[in-house]
């Protein structure tokens, strides 16, 4: 049976140690230090459903599993499982949960078991996919605020990794903003420039040009952010990577958050004040649809980043 849409909906099938389990069965050890010392590190993935062509698409999994091989290698998780069987057991569980519209997966490794801090295995992996629609963000927008968190930095816990420990430092900010009523948070690095936020990275528009922080400004190196770069290269934007002050972002004339989960969400306003008229800008909106158009295959140019599931 196809799980339903819903943000909450559990998938009938997951994948544990390179089977297709029930998803009630899919456990690991309570003292596994992947859990105890949080050595662990994920890929989330989305997959698109094309209802003309009836395809689902996997966007750009070779890529989301090399960042993947490169954060087994930093934190040390040995022997870091192949990406090619990783791929594998992501399209049969896909299949197997018979999955027929937009979708989000999850692979994870870590070390599991019984260990210290320093074990580096024996090794875990883990696999998940669910139905996740769009979120409403894309379309509506959200209002965004400046935590008062500072962006961990590469010489403490580098988010260049995606590493479930630096995501402590993401739900603190993400707290703050919620408690503040804002549906998004801007992260600052230890310089006071825009880093990135809990789960995405950040974009703004001035006098026509794409402006988004460097990779030296304490962000994840993010798949979505170098297909917008791309995207809007190809549409002869101006794009340029530099570091943003925070009183830049309140003269933007647009913005938007950025990231598998997240898509393209506008930015309303920064701590309280409105970029601009306070409504999703054009050059978003001209970014958004080219990039839909992308990961439901419906651009040809770009078949090369989909991994179809269905024969």
């Known amino acids: 049976m196809s799980a339903q849409n819903g943000t909450d909906e559990r998938p009938e099938f997951a994948t544990i140690d390179g089977r297709i389990v029930p998803f009630a069965e899919a456990k690991i050890s309570i003292m596994a230090p992947g859990l105890t010392f949080a050595v662990t590190v994920f890929e989330g993935l989305r997959a698109y459903w094309n209802g003309e062509q009836e395809q689902l698409f996997v966007f750009r999994l070779a890529e989301h599993l090399a960042r993947l091989?490169?954060?087994?290698?930093?934190?040390?998780?040995?022997?870091?499982?192949?990406?090619?069987?990783?791929?594998?057991?992501?399209?049969d569980l896909l299949r197997a949960n018979d999955l027929r519209q937009d979708s989000y997966v999850r692979v994870q490794t870590y070390v599991d078991d019984w260990g210290e801090m320093t074990a580096t295995g024996p090794v875990g992996s883990s696999v998940i996919c669910r139905s996740r629609?769009?979120?409403?963000?894309?379309?509506?927008?959200?209002?965004?605020?400046?935590?008062?968190?500072?962006?961990?930095?590469?010489?403490?816990?580098?988010?260049?990794?995606?590493?479930?420990?630096?995501?402590?430092?993401?739900?603190?900010?993400?707290?703050?903003?919620?408690?503040?009523?804002?549906?998004?948070?801007?992260?600052?690095?230890?310089?006071g420039s825009l880093s990135e936020g809990p789960g995405g990275c950040l974009f703004m528009v001035r006098a026509g040009r794409l402006i988004t922080p460097p990779l030296t400004a304490g962000i994840l190196e993010s798949i979505t952010r170098l297909t917008l770069l791309e995207l809007a290269a190809g549409l002869g934007l101006d794009c340029q990577e530099r570091e943003v002050d925070r009183t830049e972002l309140y003269l933007a004339d647009e913005a938007f958050y950025c990231g598998t989960g997240q898509e393209i969400v506008p930015i309303l306003s920064v701590d309280g004040k409105?970029?601009?008229?306070?409504?999703?800008?054009?050059?978003?909106?001209?970014?958004?649809?080219?990039?839909?158009?992308?990961?439901?295959?419906?651009?040809?140019?770009?078949?090369?980043w989909l991994t179809p599931v269905y024969e």
Not at 149 to 163: C, F, I, Q, V
Not at 277 to 283: Q, R
Not at 288 to 299: L, S
């Open 69 to 91: 091989q490169f954060s087994m290698r930093v934190i040390e998780i040995e022997p870091p499982p192949a990406s090619a069987d990783l791929a594998a057991q992501i399209l």
């Open 133 to 191: 629609p769009r979120v409403a963000g894309f379309e509506t927008g959200k209002h965004f605020a400046v935590s008062s968190w500072r962006r961990n930095a590469d010489d403490t816990s580098p988010p260049r990794l995606k590493a479930a420990a630096n995501y402590l430092n993401s739900r603190l900010a993400g707290l703050e903003a919620r408690r503040a009523g804002a549906g998004g948070a801007i992260i600052l690095n230890r310089d």
């Open 274 to 304: 409105n970029l601009a008229d306070g409504a999703p800008g054009p050059l978003t909106r001209k970014l958004q649809t080219a990039y839909d158009d992308v990961v439901r295959g419906r651009d040809e140019r770009f078949r090369h």
